[in-house]
């Protein structure tokens, strides 16, 4: 994998991170570790589901899009009730590990941020229930607008910052939000002809370092 074209794949929403502010700054005495990780958690339990063969995703070699990648099969990570009942397991194993109640919904509180917001960016391929032939896909379809979605996610991350964070953790919050947006541009404005990444497994690895990346800066940015 060619480093540069691949570094500008790095799959991580920032839009995601503005949730975790928002539930940080209504409840200021909660840790921000594990909010971090409930908001990006469908997107952390999602690679190992691919490798595991249990949902798919399709990778356009020719494309290198975002809205080019098919979310073929993703109900357990991905889908607002079957995903949402199931993340009620780690939201209990955060409430135990911090010894609050608090901690645990809000875990749970994150998780489902993480639907509604992949459903104004996703394409109609988000799961309802998560079971069954008829189940509804929902999803706005942002990504079909690439360059719109790409400066609209960051506008509403940075404008969610300036809203409910302490001024102290602008710099970090907005540089380092900024900085990992970046390296999404790839698949925002298609730079390369083909898509670096090119397998389905490749993809989701790269997704599970970016995100562990991401939860470390916002962790040590939010305090
Ligand atoms: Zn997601």
Redesign the pocket.
Known sequence: MPLLPTLGLTIV?IG?FAAAAVILAVAPETPALPIAVAVAW??IV?PGLVFAGKESVKVDRNNPLQSCVKFTSYPY??SLVLGGALSIVPAALAGLIYQSVLVGVLFWVGVLS??LL?AVV?LRDLPVLGWGRNDRRVGFGLWARPRLAFVLEYVFFAASVLLVAPPSMFVGLLGGGLLLHLFNINSFFGFTKKNPVGTPKRFALLALVGYVIAIIWFTMSWQ
């Open positions: 929403y995601h469908p997107d999602w990570s991905h993480h639907w992949d996703h």
